[in-house]
C-alpha cells in the first residue's frame, strides 16, 4: 500500500524550527530530488518530539531511528548512510548520559519520554460515552477486586502506601483523609467529587470528566466502600456543560451494568451517584464553602475543625477529593501501591496533570511524573517560549500560588518544592510568562480574581484584598506612592495569617513572590513612572519615529479608533487623546516606525 | 467528663472538652476582643461565623492565627494571645474594617454605645494606613428601624437573630466579597419587607448600620407646644432598664426616678402603661373564660388555644406568617393602644378637653410600638390614639439633653388615675409574666375562690418554650409560653398542624418579653443584663400591695364610671380590634 | 425596582421545577438552574415565587442568587458575549479584547446594549486555553481574537438579524 | 444491558469486548479496517472537531473505505485542536493536528488510501501505564 519505503520525519514544533527545521526539510527534498529518490523517499514535517533542548529532531522510519541536534549540513550524510546504505549515523544518535552509550531508535529512548499518563490514562483513548471501552481497560476491575478481594482497611492502607496526596492543590495525604472518614461513626456518610475547577487556567478536570467520566465513578465507588458511604455527590460547574453531559451519560450506564446501585457485584454493597451543580463561585472549591453550596446556601466557608469529615454534607461525615486525585485510584488498586509510590519524589508520588498555556508554543493538557523539572516542562513539553521570546516566570497555583523565575527552572515540581519556592501545586494551573508580562499587572490580575471571588465572609479577605488591589491599580497606573510595597508586605502577611479559609490566606501569594522576585519592576513603576514590559498603558504611549515613517499607511488603516492620521507617503501622526494604546500600530509597523515610549 | 489542658499567655488553664481558647481565657481573667462573636447564654443564642478575625490569637505549631472564637481549647495547646504578631494583625484587621467605615463616629446615633468605635479605641488605633473605596448602599427608614448600610461590617448578628432566632427571614447575607452586605431581598426597604419590626437586630447591631427612628424632637415639640396637653405613659420594662443608661447596676428599680424625670421633662400627666397592663387582662381574661366556658360546652366554632396579643411584633408576624390562623389571637389591643384609647376617651372627657388637643407619648422597651401606634385602625379621623412612641434609649437622651441628673432624682409616684397599677400590670414587662397576670384573675373568676398563691413560678424562667398545667379547680389548664418568634413558630405550627394541647399560650417576640426589647439599653451581648431586669421586675411585682388586676380600683372604677363590662359594647369599641392577611 | 408581571406559562414553569426537586429548601441551586435555563433569567417575582414554593425566605433565596456569579436577574441579549478572563486568556490579551467590545457596544460588563441584541460577561476560564484568547458568543467559540476582529463578530451576527429580518 | 452481578462477570465482559476488537483486527477486513478517534473534549469541539468528525465519517462512506469513526476526550495537544488519531490496519496509531476540513481531506487523501506520512503528525512524547 504505501508507496515510500523511508520516510523522514522533521520536527516542526516551534523549538526545532527555530533551529532550522525548515532549512532541513529543505535540504532534505533537494537531496532526495537530486539522488533521483523522492519516489522512495517521503519528507514529513510534524508536530513537537518534546526533546526540544536536543533539536532539531529527525526521526527516521520505519525503523525509528532518532536522530539528534541535526544541521542543515547532516541531511546528506543520513540519506547516504541511513537511507542509500541502511547504516545509521552514528555521531547524530542520542548519547545516554549516564552509560553514554549511543541510543539507536526511539522505541529504546523511551527515556525520553517525560510524560506518563496514569489520570489521563483513557483520556484521548476510549469513547467516554461507552463503558464497554472503559471496561476493556480494566475499567471496574479494581473496584470488583476491592469489593471482591479487598477490606476497606487493606483498601485504605494501600491507599496510604502509594503516597497519593489530594491532587486539588492542599497535598492532603488521600489515605488518611479516607481513614478520617472512615473511622468517624455515622449513620449516613457521603462521598463527594469537588468537580468545581476554578482555577483560571486550570482544566485537567474538565478533561477527565470529559475523557474517563467512569474513573471517577469507580473511584468514589471504592472510596464510599472504605468509608461506609452509600452515597456519591459529584459537584460540578455548571460551565462545564459537556463534562455534565459525559458524565450523566456514565452514571446511567454504570447503573444499567449494576456497577452503581444496590449490591453491587453481588458483594451487598450499595452505592448511587449524584449530580450538584456549581454555579460560579471559585470559593465553592474549598471544601466546606462546596458542602454549604451542596446544601443550597451561599458558598461561605466555615471555620475547621470540625472537618468535613466529622461534619460535612447535612452535618454527616463526608469525604471530599478532587476529580484528579479520584482518577488514580484505580490505577493505584490495579497496579499497586509499589508500582504507584516508585514514580515521583520522596514525599510526593505519581504524577500531576498540568494545564500549560500562556506564552508557551505547545499549550495543553500534560501529566508528568513528580520531581520533573520546570525546565523539562517548558522546554521538552512546551516546546518552549511562544515567538522566541525571554522566559520570564511560570506561574503555578492559579490565584493562590506564585511566579517562578529563571532560578527555579531546575527545581523538581512537587508539593514541598513549590511551597519553599513561593508558590504552591495548585490544581495545576501552569502558566508561562515571557518578557513582555509585566509582573505588577500579573500580581494586579490574580487579586482582581480574588476580589471578584471573596466570598466576603472575612474582614482581611473582604476588605484586605481589596486594599491590596487599589495599591496595585494606582501602582499600574503610575500613581504609585513611597511607602506602597511596605504596605504590600504587611497587608499580605497580615491576610495570610488572619483569614478564614484557604482562599484568603493565599491570595497575596502572587503579590508577594512577585515582590520578592520582580522587585525592580515595582520600583520601575513607583519611582520611574516606567513599566518595563510595556504593558501597563497608563505609563505608556506610542509615537511615530518621523525618519522611519515611509507613509506606508499600514498604521493608518489597522488603527481601530482612527487615532492616526497622515497621507501617503507622508509622515503619520499618532492622536494621543485618540489613542487606546492598543499596539496595532506597533504591530504592524514593518518599518520600526513606531515605538513604545 | 474530659477534661483538657492547656497554657495561655503561660498560664496553666483546665477546661471541659468542647470549651473553646476565648472561653478558656475569659475563666482566667485574659480578656481576647472579640467584634462579631456574641453569645446570650441562657436564651441559647450564639453568633460565631469567625468573620471579623479581631479574636485572632497565636497557636504554637500552627501556620496561620487561630479565631478564638471558634477554636476549641485541645490538650498540651499554647496560646499567645499578645505576641507583636496577633497584636500587629488584630490592629490591621482592625484598620481594614474601619478603612470601609464611615468616620462620622461624632454625630452617629451608636456614638458612645458603639462596639466597632469602642474596639477602635482599645486597639489603640490611630491612623487608617490602608485607605481604599468605601461600600456605598442608600440610607432605608421605615417606621421603626433605619438601615444605614454604609456602616454594616458583617458581623452577621442581625441577620442571625432574624433568621435562626426570630425565623422572620428579613435580612441575609447578599453579594459577594467586597460588595457583600446584609440586607433585605432586592435590597428593598423594610417597610415592604415582612420586617416585625421586633427591633432585634438593633438590639444586637455592634455600629450604627441599625437604629431606632428617632422621636424625641417631636416629642419636645408636643412639650413646647402650649395648646397641647401631654399625656405620657411608660411601659413595665422601662424602669427596669432605664438606670443602665446613667451607669446604674442592671437590674436596678428605677421607677420613682422615671416618674420624676418625666414630670421634669414637663409631662402634664405622668401615667403608667401597668394601668393599662391590668386593663388588658380584664379584656382578655374575660376572652379566654368566654371561649374555655364555651369550649366546655362543646361549641365547635370556638377556637383554642388563645394566643396573647400585646406584642406587636408578634402580632405583625402572624399577619405575615400564620395568616390563616388570625381568629386565634385574642382580639385585646395592646397595653400601649388601650391606654392611647382610654386616654384620648375617658381621660380627655374628665379633663373637658378634645381628643386632638391630647398628645399621648409612650415610653416603650420596643420599636415594634412605633410602627403599632401608625396603624390606621388606631386613629380616629386621622388622629392617633397614641401619638409617639420612643423607647427606654430615647429618653435616656431626652433626659440627658434637658440637663436632668437622673441619679440624683427623688422617688416620685405617677398620677392618678391612669397611673394606679397592680403587680400582675408590671410582670408584662417579662416573659411569662402576661399569662401569669392572666391566670391570677381567670383563676379567681372562674373558679370563684381566692387564689391560694399568687406566685406561678412554673410560668417563669428564661426557657425559649415552656409549658405548664395550672388546676383551675378541678379543670387542667394547659398555658404554654414563648419568646423569641422561632419558637413562637414552633407553637404555630403545631397549632396549624391540630396537635397543640394548650389552652392559652403567651407569645412576645423579644428574647425575655420586653425587658430585652429592641429599645432598650444596649446589652452588648451580656445575657446576665436581661436576666437581672426580670428579677427587678419580679421585685416590684412582690412589692406591691395589689397584685391581681382585676383588684386594681381604678379599673373597677373605670367600668363602673365608662366602660360597662369586659367585652361589653363600648370595651370592644376601645379595647379590642382585628387582624389583617399580610401574606 | 420595575415589577414585572410573570405569564401563566412561566408560573406554571417555576411550580413544577420546584415541584420536581420536591419543594425542598436544599434544592434550591439546583431549583435557580433550572428556572435560569428555562426563563433566561431570575427577575425578583421569580425569586419570590420560588421561594414561596420551597417555603423560604426571599432574603436567602436573593442572598444566593446575588452569591453565585451563574445567575442573573437582568436578561441576557440575544447574542450573549462572554470574554474569558482566565490567565491563559489574560496573558494573551484578553482584556483588550474585552475593552473593544465594551467601546463597541459602549456598555459595561453585566450589561445588555439598549437594542436587547448583545450583552456582555466575563467568564472564568473556559479551558479552551490552547485558543487564548477566547470570546464566546452563545454557544459560539471564537479563539484567538484580536481587538481587530470584535468589529467583525459583532457584524457576522447583526447581519444575521438583519437577514433574519428581512425573510420574515 | 444486563446487569453484571460478579467479579467474574465484569472479566467476563472484559474479554468479550476485548475479543471482539481483537476479532475485528484479524477478520477478514482486518487488511482495511481504519480506526479514527476525534478528540472531543470542549476545546476540541470548540476548535471544530463536531465539523472534522462529520466530515471523516461522510466521507469515508462517500469513498466507500472501511472506517470506524469515534469521538474520545482530550488527547492533550490544545495548541493543535482539532486532533484525530488514525490506526491504519498493521500500523501503530498516528495522531494529527490541527485537522480541519482541509487537512482531513488530505489525510484521508494521502495517508489513509496511499499510506503516505502528511505533514502536521504528532508525535506521542508519554509513556502509557502499561510502559512504565
Same mark, same amino acid.
Given at each position: ?231 456519591? %455527590? ?12 459525559? %458524565? ?116 495543553? %493538557? ?133 483569614? %478564614? ?97 | ?583 | ?168 | ?132
Amino acid at each position: 500500500m504505501a508507496e515510500y519505503n523511508t520516510q523522514i520525519l522533521i520536527c516542526g514544533g516551534t523549538g526545532c524550527k527555530s533551529a532550522e527545521s525548515d532549512e532541513i526539510g529543505n535540504v532534505f527534498k533537494d537531496l532526495l530530488n537530486e539522488y533521483g529518490l523522492d519516489d522512495d523517499v517521503q519528507v514529513v514535517v510534524t508536530g513537537c518530539f518534546g526533546f526540544c533542548e536536543k533539536g532539531p529532531i529527525v526521526k527516521m522510519m520505519p525503523d525509528k531511528t532518532f536522530y539528534v541536534h541535526v544541521t542543515p549540513a547532516d541531511a546528506e550524510e543520513i540519506i547516504k548512510e541511513h537511507v542509500v546504505k541502511g547504516r545509521q549515523v552514528d555521531r547524530l544518535l542520542y548519547k545516554d548520559p549516564k552509560t553514554k552509550k549511543s541510543v539507536s531508535d526511539s522505541q529504546h529512548m523511551d527515556f525520553y519520554k517525560k510524560q506518563i499518563r496514569i489520570a489521563l490514562r483513557n483520556c484521548g483513548f476510549i469513547d467516554p460515552e461507552n463503558i464497554d471501552e472503559y471496561i476493556a481497560r480494566d475499567g471496574y476491575m479494581a473496584l470488583g477486586k476491592c469489593l471482591g478481594e479487598m477490606t476497606p482497611e487493606q483498601v485504605i492502607d494501600e491507599i496510604k502506601k502509594s503516597g497519593l496526596r489530594g491532587r486539588g492543590g492542599g497535598g492532603f495525604p488521600t489515605g488518611l483523609k479516607w481513614e478520617i472518614t472512615a473511622k468517624v461513626k455515622g449513620d449516613q456518610k457521603y462521598v463527594v467529587c469537588n468537580a468545581d475547577e476554578g482555577d483560571p487556567g486550570a482544566f485537567m478536570d474538565r478533561s477527565i470528566l470529559e475523557g474517563d467520566p467512569h474513573s471517577v465513578i469507580e473511584s468514589m465507588a471504592i472510596n464510599g466502600y472504605c468509608t461506609g458511604a452509600t452515597k456519591g %455527590l459529584v459537584y460540578i460547574r455548571a460551565e462545564y456543560p459537556l463534562a455534565v453531559a459525559r %458524565l450523566k451519560t456514565a452514571i446511567k450506564q454504570a447503573r444499567e451494568y449494576g456497577l452503581l446501585g444496590t449490591d453491587i457485584l453481588g458483594s451487598g454493597f450499595d452505592f448511587d451517584i449524584e449530580i450538584r451543580y456549581g454555579a460560579g463561585a471559585f470559593v465553592c472549591g474549598e471544601e466546606t464553602a462546596l458542602i454549604h453550596s451542596m446544601e443550597g446556601l451561599r458558598g461561605e466557608p466555615t471555620f475547621k475543625p470540625p472537618f468535613p469529615s466529622e461534619s460535612g454534607y447535612l452535618g454527616k461525615p463526608t469525604n471530599v477529593n478532587n476529580v484528579e486525585t479520584y482518577a488514580n485510584i484505580p490505577v493505584i488498586i490495579n497496579k499497586g501501591a509499589e508500582w504507584f509510590a516508585s514514580i515521583g519524589t520522596e514525599k510526593s508520588k505519581g504524577t500531576k496533570v498540568f494545564a500549560l498555556a500562556g506564552k508557551i508554543n505547545n499549550v495543553g %493538557l500534560i501529566e508528568v511524573p513528580m520531581g520533573t523539572t520546570l525546565r523539562e516542562v517548558i522546554y521538552d513539553i512546551g516546546g518552549g517560549i511562544k515567538g522566541g521570546k525571554k522566559f520570564k516566570a511560570v506561574q503555578t497555583g492559579g490565584p493562590s500560588g506564585g511566579m517562578l523565575t529563571n532560578d527555579f527552572l531546575d527545581t523538581p515540581i512537587d508539593y514541598d518544592n513549590l511551597i519553599s519556592a513561593g508558590s504552591m501545586m495548585g490544581s495545576g494551573g501552569m502558566i508561562v510568562m515571557d518578557e513582555d508580562d509585566c509582573m505588577v499587572a500579573i500580581a494586579k490580575f490574580y487579586l482582581e480574581f480574588t476580589l471578584e471571588e471573596s466570598c466576603g465572609k472575612c474582614s482581611p479577605c473582604r476588605i484586605g484584598n481589596k486594599r491590596l488591589f487599589e495599591i496595585l491599580e494606582r501602582i499600574t497606573e503610575g500613581k504609585g506612592e513611597e511607602g506602597d510595597i511596605h504596605k504590600l508586605r504587611i497587608l499580605s502577611e497580615v491576610i495570610k495569617d488572619t483569614s %478564614l479559609c484557604g482562599l484568603g490566606q493565599t491570595s497575596p501569594n502572587p503579590v508577594l513572590s512577585s515582590l520578592s522576585h520582580f522587585m525592580d519592576e515595582y520600583e520601575a513603576h513607583i519611582k520611574d513612572g516606567r513599566c518595563p514590559a510595556g504593558q501597563c498603558k497608563a505609563l505608556l504611549k506610542y509615537e511615530v519615529v518621523e525618519e522611519k515613517c515611509t507613509g506606508c499607511t499600514l498604521c493608518f488603516r489597522n488603527c481601530p479608533v482612527g487615532a492616526i492620521t497622515g497621507e501617503r507617503r507622508s509622515v503619520h501622526y499618532i492622536d494621543q487623546s485618540l489613542c487606546i494604546k492598543c499596539g496595532v500600530c506597533f504591530e504592524k509597523c514593518k518599518f520600526d516606525a513606531i515605538v513604545m515610549v | 467528663m474530659e477534661m483538657i489542658n492547656l497554657t495561655i499567655d503561660n498560664k496553666p488553664v483546665v477546661v471541659k472538652k468542647g470549651t473553646t481558647v476565648l472561653e478558656a481565657a475569659t475563666s482566667i481573667g485574659i480578656h481576647i476582643p472579640t467584634l462579631c462573636y456574641m453569645k446570650l447564654d441562657d436564651l441559647n443564642i450564639e453568633n460565631k461565623p469567625g468573620g471579623c478575625r479581631i479574636c485572632v490569637v497565636e497557636v504554637k505549631g500552627r501556620r496561620n492565627l487561630a479565631p478564638a472564637c471558634c477554636t476549641d481549647a485541645a490538650e498540651g495547646m499554647e496560646i499567645s494571645t499578645h505576641t507583636i504578631r496577633a497584636i500587629n494583625a488584630r490592629r490591621t484587621v482592625m484598620e481594614l474594617i474601619l478603612s470601609d467605615h464611615p468616620s462620622d463616629c461624632l454625630i452617629c446615633a451608636k456614638s458612645g454605645n458603639c462596639d466597632l468605635q469602642d474596639m477602635a479605641h482599645r486597639l489603640g488605633i490611630r491612623e487608617i494606613h490602608y485607605k481604599g473605596a468605601q461600600s456605598m448602599y442608600r440610607e432605608d427608614t421605615s417606621p421603626a428601624i433605619i438601615r444605614e448600610i454604609n456602616k454594616c461590617i458583617l458581623c452577621r448578628r442581625c441577620e442571625m437573630m432574624c433568621n435562626e432566632v426570630q425565623t422572620v427571614g428579613v435580612l441575609s447575607a447578599i453579594n459577594r466579597g467586597f460588595d457583600a452586605v446584609v440586607a433585605p431581598a432586592f435590597e428593598m426597604n423594610l417597610d415592604h419587607s415582612v420586617c416585625t419590626y421586633c427591633g432585634q437586630c438593633v438590639a444586637v447591631c455592634p455600629t450604627g448600620a441599625l437604629t431606632e427612628v428617632n422621636n424625641t424632637a417631636a416629642v419636645v415639640r408636643a412639650l413646647y407646644d402650649p395648646t397641647k396637653t401631654v399625656v405620657v405613659q411608660t411601659a413595665p420594662a422601662v424602669r427596669a432598664a432605664l438606670g443602665e443608661e446613667f451607669g446604674m447596676e442592671a437590674g436596678t428599680l428605677v421607677t420613682g426616678k422615671l416618674v420624676a424625670a418625666l414630670r421634669r421633662l414637663g409631662f402634664d400627666y405622668v401615667f403608667d402603661t401597668d394601668f393599662a397592663a391590668d386593663l388588658t387582662i380584664m379584656e382578655e381574661g374575660a376572652e379566654l373564660l368566654n371561649r374555655l366556658g364555651r369550649h366546655l360546652q362543646g361549641d365547635p366554632d370556638v377556637k383554642l388555644p388563645i394566643l396573647t396579643s400585646c406584642c406587636p411584633a408578634w402580632v405583625k408576624f402572624f399577619e405575615h406568617q400564620f395568616p390563616d390562623l388570625k381568629e386565634i389571637p385574642s382580639t385585646a389591643r395592646s397595653p400601649q393602644q388601650m391606654f392611647g384609647a382610654i386616654a384620648k376617651s375617658y381621660f380627655a372627657e374628665k379633663l373637658g378637653k378634645k381628643r386632638e388637643d391630647l398628645v399621648v407619648v409612650s415610653i416603650m422597651p420596643c420599636l415594634a410600638k412605633k410602627y403599632e401606634c401608625g396603624r390606621d385602625e388606631f386613629a380616629v379621623d386621622g388622629n392617633p390614639d397614641v401619638d409617639y412612641a420612643i423607647t427606654t434609649r430615647e429618653l435616656a437622651s431626652l433626659i440627658k439633653i434637658s440637663n436632668i441628673k437622673f441619679t440624683s432624682l427623688p422617688n416620685e409616684d405617677f398620677d392618678s388615675p391612669l397611673g394606679e397599677s397592680t403587680g400582675a400590670g408590671v410582670i408584662f414587662g417579662t416573659t411569662g409574666g402576661v399569662i401569669e397576670a392572666a391566670v391570677r384573675t381567670a383563676y379567681e373568676l372562674y373558679t370563684g375562690k381566692d387564689l391560694p398563691r399568687i406566685d406561678f413560678h412554673e410560668l417563669r424562667g428564661m426557657e425559649g418554650i415552656r409549658k405548664a398545667t395550672i388546676d383551675f379547680n378541678g379543670l387542667p389548664l394547659n398555658i404554654g409560653i414563648a419568646h423569641g418568634l422561632g419558637n413562637a413558630r414552633q407553637l404555630l405550627e403545631e397549632i396549624r398542624a391540630g396537635k397543640s394541647s394548650f389552652h392559652a399560650i403567651e407569645i412576645m417576640s423579644c428574647p425575655g418579653g420586653c425587658i430585652g426589647g429592641g429599645g432598650q439599653p444596649y446589652h452588648h451581648g451580656d445575657a446576665d443584663v436581661i436576666k437581672k431586669r426580670q428579677m427587678a421586675i419580679y421585685k416590684e411585682d412582690s412589692n406591691k400591695t395589689i397584685r391581681k388586676s382585676h383588684e386594681n380600683p381604678y379599673i373597677k372604677k373605670l367600668y363602673e364610671e365608662f366602660l360597662g363590662k369586659p367585652l361589653g359594647h363600648k370595651a370592644h369599641e376601645l379595647l379590642h380590634t382585628q387582624y389583617f392577611d399580610r401574606s | 425596582m420595575p415589577r414585572i408581571k410573570l405569564s401563566e406559562t412561566a408560573i406554571q414553569t417555576i411550580r413544577e421545577v420546584c415541584a420536581s426537586f420536591d419543594n425542598q429548601e436544599g434544592e434550591l441551586i439546583n431549583v435557580l438552574h433550572k428556572c435560569q435555563e428555562k426563563l433566561g433569567y431570575l427577575p425578583a417575582e421569580v425569586q419570590e415565587l420560588i421561594a414561596q414554593e420551597l417555603n423560604m425566605s426571599i432574603a436567602k433565596v436573593y442572598g444566593v442568587v446575588t452569591f453565585y456569579s451563574f445567575f442573573t436577574m437582568i436578561p441576557k441579549g440575544e447574542f450573549p458575549i462572554s470574554i474569558c478572563m482566565g490567565t491563559a486568556c489574560y496573558v494573551r490579551g484578553a482584556e483588550q479584547v474585552l475593552n473593544e467590545f465594551k467601546r463597541q457596544l459602549k456598555v459595561e460588563v453585566g450589561q445588555t446594549s439598549p437594542d436587547g441584541k448583545f450583552s456582555l460577561s466575563c467568564l472564568r476560564c473556559v479551558g479552551a486555553c490552547g485558543l487564548a484568547p477566547v470570546v464566546m458568543v452563545g454557544e459560539k467559540v471564537y479563539g484567538r481574537v484580536s481587538p481587530q476582529q470584535v468589529k467583525q463578530i459583532l457584524a457576522e451576527h447583526q447581519e444575521g438579524c438583519m437577514r433574519e429580518a428581512k425573510s420574515a | 444491558m444486563n446487569k453484571i452481578t460478579s467479579l467474574a462477570d465484569l472479566k467476563k465482559i472484559k474479554d468479550q469486548v476485548q475479543s471482539k476488537i481483537k476479532l475485528r483486527e484479524n477478520s477478514d477486513v482486518a487488511d482495511t479496517l481504519v480506526q479514527i478517534r476525534v478528540g472531543m473534549a470542549t476545546c476540541g469541539i470548540a476548535s471544530g472537531a463536531k465539523e472534522t468528525m462529520n466530515f471523516l465519517i461522510e466521507e469515508t462512506e462517500h469513498l466507500a473505505i472501511d472506517a470506524v469513526v469515534t469521538q474520545t476526550g482530550c488527547m492533550g495537544y490544545c495548541y493543535a485542536e482539532p486532533t484525530i488519531e488514525v490506526t491504519l490496519p498493521g500500523k501503530e496509531p498516528m495522531v494529527f493536528g490541527h485537522v480541519d476540513k482541509v487537512k482531513a481531506r488530505e489525510i484521508i487523501d494521502r495517508y489513509i488510501i496511499k499510506g503516505e506520512l502528511v505533514d502536521g503528525i504528532i508525535p506521542a512524547s508519554y509513556k502509557t501505564i502499561d510502559e512504565k
